[in-house]
């Protein structure tokens, strides 16, 4: 068993447990539960139940759900018996955190058992049976052998031969022109005669690499700020192992202090407008609180301020612990946290493959059983998404940024200054006083958006507030001509995120036209877009083409 699944099957199946020992404390409950389970069952042996999946449930697009009998009784008793243990786990006498982990189990007990998952159940598998004659089946057998074998027994969410990294995807022209032990810095070529004078430096998440930024032309956020005259730069981390174990957070953020510095230089000393996305936002946000901290560097003869930073944009991004979490988030444990920093510990890195895996189980109906439907019951190859294509090339975390990571999300200890030290500096991100813009995604289960608005609010700055329709990565992949929701509006002091939602006008358009239009606003006087990538004399000569060398670390 791999070790994410490790982590979450015992909290699983000590909720099991809970949940079977309340019910024998409660038999009246229990058995009221029962009784209207038994009522609905009679009125579906008769044709007469009125039970349907909730709309928008893709599950059960095919019509034979509804149409044939059969087929629809299946459906029916699982909407009846699932409802009856949702029903129960309310109905329960226990306290709330016992009744988040009751939701959490029931929650995964309802996905694994939706008859869309058995082949003998689910009415499209005899219809691909007739019309592949056959080969459908055998698509689907070969397909669940090879995961139960080489991919640690979870189905495959992506065609991977569909993309290679540097020609499809990641694929934007530019150069690397700094590298070092633990990142590169790559400079993309210029899309118009002129760029916006002040830069734009990306930090990626570390768990992931950098090209979310940079999928296929048609969804890279890179190429759009191009075109729209920007002038970018992105940090690539490199991919730890065990030896680079003792990096932490702060050897991160000195990077990105270091990559502020090179980016200002080779734009004449311009003001840099840093963004960050997830982890790699905490990063940003961390070393902008680090460099006003920091103040002036050099010695007492020749002493210069640092290079100024023009705004900070924050992409599903949490800068602590707050209470705007889920009943799944609750739900696990601090014997949870303690196993993974326990496993990180000694192996010196935490893999992000067993992180995709674990958040995998966070929303089990789209990104397990889902594909369980699509590989093995309908015998159909993964889908082609660049999107999901990112998703699977995960990196590794050393164990001391993962020990830092954990200090600050479980500890809080952003929340006060001093919280974290950097070189004796203490970070206090109250500091970050310039404009900040951030964004959410309402159905984002890894940074929930509430718990983000709550982050934006520990920033003394001004702060616009996107929340978009979408999860975590959709939220932030959002090219123009998407069907795409999101709301906009500037946070008020002290305002709650849900009186912001209140009053937050509704845009049906990309966000990233309003991320363009506050850049711009944030920007300098257009400058001649440079001929050359990076200045020798600088320090930041060309290396390798873009996408560069450790984006391809495995």
Known sequence: MDPSRRAEWPSLSRSMSELVAASARQPLTVARIELALIARLALISVGRAPLAPRAGDRRFTDTSWQAHPVFRRSLQTYLAWSQALTDLVEALTVDDTTRDRLRFVVRHAVAAGAPSNLFFLHPGFYARV????????????????????????????????????GKNIAATPGAVIYRDALVELIQYAPATPQQDGAPILIVPPQINKFYVFDLSPDNSFVRHALAAGQAVFMLSWRNPTAAQK???????????????????????????????????????????????????????????????????????????????????????????????LARSST????????????????????????????????????????????????????????????????DDALARPGGIMID???????????????????????????ACHDSAARLSAPCRFVLVGAGHVQSLVCPPGEDTVYASDVCGQGETADDWQAGAPVYHESWWHEWLAWCQAHGAAPRTAPDHYGDTALGCAPLDTAPGRYVRQR
Request: glycine content about 8%; overall charge negative; aromatic content about 8%.
């Open 130 to 165: 007739r019309a592949s004659k056959g080969a459908s089946m055998l698509t689907g057998l070969v397909q669940f052998i090879d995961d139960m074998a080489s991919h640690q027994g979870l189905p495959r969410q992506v065609d991977t031969s569909a993309f290679t990294i």
């Open 347 to 410: 192996t010196g890195v935490l893999d992000g493959a067993d992180m995709a895996r674990a958040f995998a189980w966070l929303r089990p109906e789209d990104c397990v059983w889902r594909f369980v439907t699509n590989n093995y019951v309908l015998g159909q190859r993964p889908p082609a998404s660049d999107i999901l294509y990112w998703n699977a090339d995960t990196t590794r975390l050393p164990a001391r940024l993962h020990a830092d990571l954990l200090r600050i999300y479980g």
């Open 246 to 340: 003792h990096w932490g957070l702060a050897d991160y953020v000195k990077a990105v202090d270091q990559a502020i510095e090179h980016v200002a230089a080779l734009n004449d000393g311009a003001a840099v407008k840093l963004v960050g996305a997830c982890a790699g936002g905490l990063t940003a946000a961390v070393a902008l609180a680090y460099r006003r901290a920091r103040g002036p560097v050099g010695d007492t003869e020749a002493v210069s301020a640092p290079a100024d930073v023009a705004c900070l944009s924050l992409f599903v991004t949490l800068l602590g612990k707050s209470v705007a979490t889920d009943d799944a988030g609750r739900a696990h444990d601090e014997r949870v946290v303690r196993h993974a």
């Open 424 to 450: 004796g500096i203490a970070i206090d991100l109250a500091a970050v006083d310039c404009d900040v813009f951030v964004m959410a995604g309402e159905k984002d289960h890894i940074t929930p958006w509430r």
